[in-house]
């Protein structure tokens, strides 16, 4: 578990730790939205002056292998929103515990409409993966994603989502901490 300290006078919600080899880190909590996640990531690399970030949060599955719960690395990720987009890759994260995943970010969640179309070019899907990582590509940063999968992106699926995001997401917070200090 990582010892984080709350920033109070941040922009976003933002905590601090140390990780060993006196490596510092942030945690901010964007919020939902490509909008968001672009912002915060942009804030961190002029105000932060970061050289990586760890993009973490939940996905909806549109493969038949993954489970909800199932911990995955992003390999690459596009934009869902623009049919035509080229794919960014992601930093692979030396890990064996996760699967590495394609994604695909969309402006809205996706709950089924175009989801069988969607599974062509991706594994998962979310709202911010792809404005992290072309953010981190317009300024030559490592960008690492990992996501959990807390719904199958089906028509109805909102409820499965709530139902599962606090176990989900503890399971990703928990992933990325042993991450983080097993990488580091």
């Known amino acids: 578990m990582l010892d984080c300290t709350q920033v109070e006078t941040e922009p976003f919600r933002t905590w601090v730790f140390v990780l060993p080899r006196s490596i510092q880190g942030f945690i901010m909590v964007a919020g939902i939205g490509k909008e968001k ?26 493969a038949d292998d993954l489970s909800i ?45 175009g989801r069988q179309q969607i599974a062509k070019r991706a594994d998962v899907v979310d709202m911010e993966g792809w404005s992290v990582a072309k953010v981190c590509a317009e300024n030559n940063l490592r960008c ?37 200090v097993k990488d580091r």
């Open 37 to 62: 996640a672009a912002r915060a990531t942009k804030y961190l690399v002029d105000k932060k002056g970061v050289s990586e970030i760890l993009n973490a949060g939940i996905c909806g599955s549109v």
């Open 144 to 180: 690492y994603l990992v996501k959990g999968v807390s719904d199958f992106a089906k028509k109805g699926d909102q409820a499965t989502l709530q139902k599962n995001i606090n176990r989900v997401s503890t399971a990703v917070a928990e992933a990325v901490g042993n991450i983080l």
């Open 69 to 113: 719960g199932d911990v995955v690395v992003i390999s690459e990720v596009r934009d869902g929103d623009s049919p035509t987009s080229d794919s960014l890759p992601c930093k692979p994260l030396v890990c064996d515990d996760f699967r590495a995943a394609r994604l695909s970010t969309f402006n809205e969640a996706v709950f089924g409409d």
